[in-house]
């Protein structure tokens, strides 16, 4: 069973910042994507940002570029979302994801969730 744990979400103001950690703690996958989706309400969820393991590729939606990095830290078996300048639209469910590649493509595991509300 995988178990990923995604954290670090909260209440802020708008402009403010937050940032959400995902525990990998055992990777089914040699390589593997991990992405961050948000879902907001009533809305389906998409992708906002990735990170390829192992290897220097990232990606992120046009929504969220410039204001919010994805990083990892292969050591702790963790990857963070800074989010910076936040914005009321960016109120939503995140959720951490690893996406497998290669021969693992089409499988992927989840994160529970973790809320971020952007409100004054």
């Known amino acids: 069973q995988v178990q990923l744990v995604d954290s670090g979400g909260g209440l802020v103001q708008p402009g403010g910042s937050l940032i959400l950690s995902c525990a990998v703690p055992?990777?089914?996958?040699?390589?593997?994507?991990l992405n961050w989706y948000l879902q907001a309400s009533g809305k389906e969820r998409e992708v906002v940002a990735g990170?390829?393991?192992?290897?220097?590729?990232?990606s992120y939606v046009d929504s969220v570029r410039g204001r919010f990095v994805i990083t990892r830290d292969n050591d702790q078996k963790k990857a963070y979302l800074q989010m910076n300048s936040l914005k009321v639209e960016d109120t939503a469910v995140y959720y951490c994801?690893?996406?497998?590649?290669?021969?693992?493509?089409?499988?992927?595991?989840w994160g529970q969730g973790t809320q971020v509300t952007v409100s004054s």
């Open positions: 055992r990777s089914p996958f040699s390589f593997y994507t």
């Open positions: 994801n690893i996406a497998g590649r290669d021969i693992d493509w089409g499988k992927d595991y």
């Open positions: 990170i390829e393991v192992p290897g220097p590729w990232k």
